[in-house]
């Protein structure tokens, strides 16, 4: 919520933001038609049943944070280790090494 990482590739934002939208609306936490004009940390709460408004943040307790940030961010790590092991498994299979690792 509040806090973000440094992203150690920036051109990836926007992949990783439409990752990150496409998994909570798989999960039933996002909508991209009906509540397009929220940012999607107020969709996931809101549907968590978190109070959360814009710059509502110092007033959520840790659980709730977390309840909001584990909910976003569990999901989007699996994803992409899922993604990097397809990508070593199928470097490993062509007998090379991987490029950029």
Known sequence: ????RRILVPEARPALDR???DLMEEKGLASAEAEADRPLEEQV???LGI???QGDDGRLTTR???KVGGAMGGPLVR???EMAQ???AE???EGGRPTGM
């Open 91 to 93: 470097a490993g299979h």
């Open 51 to 53: 109070p959360l408004g």
């Open 19 to 21: 990752l990150k939208r």
């Open 79 to 81: 994803k992409l280790i």
């Open 45 to 47: 709460a809101g549907r």
């Open 64 to 66: 709730q944070a977390g």
């Open 86 to 88: 397809e990508k070593l």
């Open 1 to 4: 919520m509040g806090r973000r």
